[in-house]
Nanobody
Framework: QVQLVESGGGLVQAGGSLRLSCAASGRTFSSITMGWFRQAPGKEREFVGAISAGRGGITYYADSVKGRFAISRDNAKNTVYLQMNSLKPEDTAVYYC??????????????????WGQGTQVTVSS
């Protein structure tokens, strides 16, 4: 069992930055892949990015955030981060942290993740 708690959401102007954190507990953190997803009102949950298990985690990003968002993990603190720069109004959504053991073919699929946080709201004003 893994418990996930996100923090760091809020209201920011377009062009600004936010950093989300996701603290994990309950299982060996370094052995699980961590993902970020988001869901805007009236839309399906979509993949934002992920970082693979292990010390030198490999990162994966959705095309819509590539070059603006960065995921990192601190295995000593059992925490994964989502640094969001150059934010746009279309980035407005509830952001969810997820944990699981997807493979390369499923890492972008929400169904591949077993555990989810409660979500944190990110609102970008124009």
């Amino acid at each position: 069992q893994v418990q996930l708690v996100e923090s760091g959401g809020g209201l920011v102007q377009a062009g600004g930055s936010l950093r989300l954190s996701c603290a994990a507990s309950g299982r060996t953190f370094s052995s699980i892949t961590m993902g970020w997803f988001r869901q805007a009102p009236g839309k399906e949950r979509e993949f934002v990015g992920a970082i693979s298990a292990g010390r030198g985690g490999i990162t994966y990003y959705a095309d819509s955030v590539k070059g603006r968002f960065a995921i990192s993990r601190d295995n000593a603190k059992n925490t994964v981060y989502l640094q969001m720069n150059s934010l746009k109004p279309e980035d407005t959504a509830v952001y969810y942290c997820a944990a699981g053991t997807p493979n390369l073919g499923t890492i972008r699929l929400s169904l591949a993740y077993e555990y989810w946080g409660q979500g944190t709201q990110v609102t970008v004003s124009s």
